[in-house]
Structures are given as structure tokens and as C-alpha cells.
């Protein structure tokens, strides 16, 4: 009976967890894109919030222009833009992104870049307002890496959002 009870209690502690977190999944397909301000074509920081999880894009300069794209232009991740995943100890706002200087809380616990995957940008103009453009940025082949080499598989991030920005 010891015995069964060591052998027991043995696998219960090799069963717990060594304290890493450990992230399931990333779905960002039904949060809303924000930005900082008034959406132009300088703007180049773009990020989705979930709560106490964010999905933020840096975009390479210039990848967003006032003119019909013909087509969709891709921007390489990572090298021209950046994605990066990052999960907060508590819920995280926009002002986290959009101040000068970030907030000492929420606490970043986890932060993972885009090994690999493509920003792709479709630009159209409004027929109703020819002032107006919308661009739908779109991500693919998107490939995390966690930091004690995991990679995660269970990504929905394929529809970044879409932003529209004027000629005016």
C-alpha cells in the first residue's frame, strides 16, 4: 500500500506545472481593430484587445496609401512588420498603447513575436465619398514561438481588421 501511495503521489507532482504559463489558443477574429487617434496613412500601430490579451501590428512605413491597391500588398512579419502577442496579469486599454509613456500596470506576463507570416493590405476606394479609403488588412501563414520553443498551433488571427482613412 505505501508503495501504491509513493508511486501516487509521485505522478501527481510530475503532473503540476512548473509554473510557465501556457497559452491555448490566440483568437482575435470578433475583437474590434483600434489605433491610436485618427487612422492615416502614417499610422503604423494597430492592436486588438481581449480583455487581459493583446495582438498588436506594427506596419512597415508607408504600407498604408491613399490610392486603389489593384490587389493585395503583402509586408513580410517578421522583418517589414511586426506582430506580437502579449498577455497582461489584468485587463489592458488603449491608453496602454496610445500614451506616451506606458503605464506601470498592467504587468506584461507573457510576450511572444511572429517567427514568420505576412501582412496583406487590399486598399479600395469609396464610391460614395472618393475621399475616403478603406483598407482591409489581412494576416497569413502566422507562426508564434513561444520562448521555450513551442510552437502554437491554434491561431485565429487570419482577419486582422479593416481601416478607413481619408484623402482630405
Given amino acids: 500500500m505505501k508503495k501504491a501511495l509513493i508511486f501516487l503521489c509521485a505522478g501527481f507532482l510530475s ?4 509554473g ?6 490566440i483568437d482575435f477574429d470578433e475583437v474590434a481593430i483600434q489605433n491610436c487617434g485618427t487612422a492615416t496613412t502614417a499610422t ?13 501590428l506594427q506596419l512597415e512605413s508607408g504600407l498604408l496609401a491613399n490610392a486603389d491597391s489593384g490587389g493585395e500588398i503583402e509586408s513580410a512579419i517578421p522583418g517589414n512588420s511586426q506582430l506580437t502577442y ?11 498603447f496610445c500614451g506616451e509613456i506606458p503605464p506601470a500596470t498592467p504587468v506584461v506576463l507573457q510576450e511572444v513575436e511572429a517567427e514568420a507570416g ?3 493590405i487590399t486598399t479600395v476606394r469609396d464610391a460614395a ?23 502554437l498551433t491554434n491561431i485565429s488571427v487570419e482577419e486582422f481588421g479593416t481601416v478607413t482613412t481619408s484623402s482630405n
Fill in 118 to 120: 505576412s501582412v496583406l
Fill in 86 to 96: 502579449r498577455l497582461f496579469d489584468d485587463a489592458v486599454s488603449s491608453s496602454y
Fill in 129 to 151: 465619398d472618393t475621399t475616403l479609403f478603406t483598407h482591409e488588412i489581412r494576416l497569413a501563414g502566422v507562426s508564434f514561438i513561444t520562448s521555450n520553443g513551442e510552437r
Fill in 44 to 56: 503604423e500601430l494597430f492592436f486588438k484587445i481581449d480583455n487581459s490579451e493583446a495582438l498588436i
Fill in 20 to 25: 510557465d504559463l501556457e497559452i491555448e489558443t
Fill in 15 to 18: 503532473a503540476c506545472s512548473s
